[in-house]
Nanobody, 114 residues
């Protein structure tokens, strides 16, 4: 499985971005997908998870502001980020868990700054 993340950029506090993660090589509609984020010198932090049936979980720090979703026809997972704050600044990574193995995409950088 190869994952391609996109959608990052520079946004002002209070703004919105939508990240996309397109999977190729295998269908991932039956697999758990998630988003993580990381800043230099810090551990990668879990952000959100979506299960094959559509149920979701969120880190407390993003609950109510971020929404994870998936489009199985497009083999794609999304992260809608609203009410962005400066401490949301990070490289965001998508992950799929398939047959007991984690597959990671490359990061897409989100910078929240005025």
């Amino acid at each position: 499985v190869q994952l391609q993340a996109s959608g990052g950029g520079l946004v002002q506090p209070g703004g919105s971005l939508r990240l996309s993660c397109v999977a190729s090589g295998s269908r991932v509609s039956g697999n758990v997908m998630g988003w993580y984020r990381q800043n230099p010198g810090k551990q990668r932090e879990w952000v959100a998870t979506i299960y094959s049936g559509g149920s979701t979980n969120y880190a407390d720090s993003v609950k109510g502001r971020f929404t994870i979703s998936r489009d199985n026809a497009k083999n794609t997972c999304y992260l809608q980020m609203n009410s962005l704050k400066p401490n949301d600044t990070a490289a965001y990574y998508c992950k799929v868990v398939r047959i007991g193995r984690d597959y990671w995409g490359q990061g897409t950088l989100v910078t929240v700054s005025s």
